[in-house]
């Protein structure tokens, strides 16, 4: 047992560097609202404006490096602060949320990427965090072709961005290993194929779930 509280209205969008989560995430959102429910998609970090200074900070080049340490942190604290102001709130009024990232994020870059201690992801998951996505959708591709993609749209790289492609490897690694683990939340998108066919096979695995719960 997790620990966490699942809920069946709660999505979230996982993958990479340039995976195409926006992209899904426009497709996911059409879908819902095609029988009107309210749908809030928002993303991490970030998601309410306290949360969008955190992803500043974190996501700045200018700023002196961050620990990994710092780094878990500053994830977490973002997320706490996402969670009870616009995530909880919006599932209480009774709407969807799809967020662009959520904790598995941390657990992919901060745990396999950086090599930070997973039972301690966890204990801040299970702490502060306290609630998982009924579905999450991995977009997995590999680190090249997401480079790839990304190359050229920013003059300078993200904190993040700028890591070398053995980083993105234990991410992509990181990420698998989680979706193997969870295999009822998780369902993993060849995200190599055209942006449409895609989104359309992200839109079904929704449905699909929506259906089931
Ligand atoms: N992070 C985040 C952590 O380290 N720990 C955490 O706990 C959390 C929450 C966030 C960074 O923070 C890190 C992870 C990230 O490094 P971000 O800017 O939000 O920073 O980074 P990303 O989420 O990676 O955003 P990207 O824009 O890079 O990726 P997307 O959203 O997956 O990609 P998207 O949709 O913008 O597409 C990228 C490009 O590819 C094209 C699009 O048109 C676009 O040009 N594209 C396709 N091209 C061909 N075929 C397809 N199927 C395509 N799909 C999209």
């Keep these: 047992m997790s620990g966490l509280r ?7 969008l996982e993958g990479g560097e340039g995976a ?21 998609s928002t993303r991490e970090p970030g998601g309410t404006p306290l949360a969008e200074m955190i992803r500043a900070l974190l996501l700045d080049p200018a700023h002196e490096p961050a620990a990994a340490e710092t780094e878990l942190l500053l994830m977490f604290a973002a997320r706490a602060q996402h969670v009870r ?7 209480a009024r009774g709407a969807w949320v799809i967020s ?5 994020s941390s657990y992919a870059y901060q745990g396999a990427g950086r090599g930070l201690d ?4 966890a204990e801040l998951e299970r702490r502060y965090v306290g609630i ?9 591709l590999d680190v090249g072709q997401g ?3 990304t190359r050229g749209r920013d ?14 490897e234990r991410v992509r690694a990181g990420y698998l290993e989680r979706a193997r683990q969870a295999p009822a939340r998780f369902r993993v998108i060849d995200a190599t194929r055209p942006a449409d066919v895609v989104a359309a096979d992200a839109v079904r695995a929704l449905l699909a779930a929506r259906q089931a719960a």
């Design 6 to 12: 699942s809920h069946p209205r709660f999505v979230s």
């Design 20 to 40: 195409g989560k926006t992209t899904v995430l426009r497709a996911l959102r059409e879908a819902l609202e095609a029988d009107g429910s309210e749908v809030v």
């Design 85 to 91: 102001e616009t995530i909880a709130p919006a599932l």
């Design 100 to 104: 662009d990232r959520f904790t598995d």
């Design 118 to 121: 997973v039972a301690a992801i």
């Design 132 to 140: 998982e996505p009924a579905l999450t959708l991995l977009l997995d």
């Design 147 to 149: 480079r790839e993609r």
């Design 155 to 168: 003059l300078v790289p993200d904190r993040i961005e700028a890591e070398r492609d053995d980083f993105f």
